[in-house]
Nanobody, 125 residues
């Protein structure tokens, strides 16, 4: 049973950066594609980014393209989300998820079999 733990969230000023980590235990994360999703208060959970098993392919939501970068270190069993030029509208709880294919389509969230508990990201001055 794969267990995922997110870390790296916190409070940052607009324009700042954070790097989120999604660490796996109990199994190997390199068997899975990994996605990052976020949910802001009062809003539906939305896809942010995803990465394939090999790391060769990635996808990003339009709202974060050019600012966020997803990567993975399969030797360390970790997936990262580097977030730069953060905006107040990036404020949300961020979740990582593992599944069989890379998708950020909200309606396909059920394709991910494993989810972390989330980490809060707050962008505010």
């Amino acid at each position: 049973q794969l267990q995922l733990v997110e870390s790296g969230g916190g409070l940052v000023q607009p324009g700042g950066s954070l790097r989120l980590s999604c660490a796996a235990s109990e199994s190997r994360l390199d068997f899975y594609a990994v996605g990052w999703f976020r949910q802001a208060p009062g809003k539906e959970r939305e896809g942010v980014s995803c990465i394939t098993v090999s790391g060769a392919n990635t996808d990003y939501a339009e709202s974060v393209k050019g600012r966020f970068t997803i990567s993975r270190d399969n030797a360390k069993n970790v997936v990262y989300l580097q977030m730069n030029s953060l905006k107040p509208e990036d404020t949300a709880v961020y979740y990582c998820a593992a599944g069989w294919f890379c998708t950020i389509v909200a309606a396909q969230q059920r394709s991910y079999d494993y989810w972390g508990q989330g980490t809060q990201v707050t962008v505010s001055s």
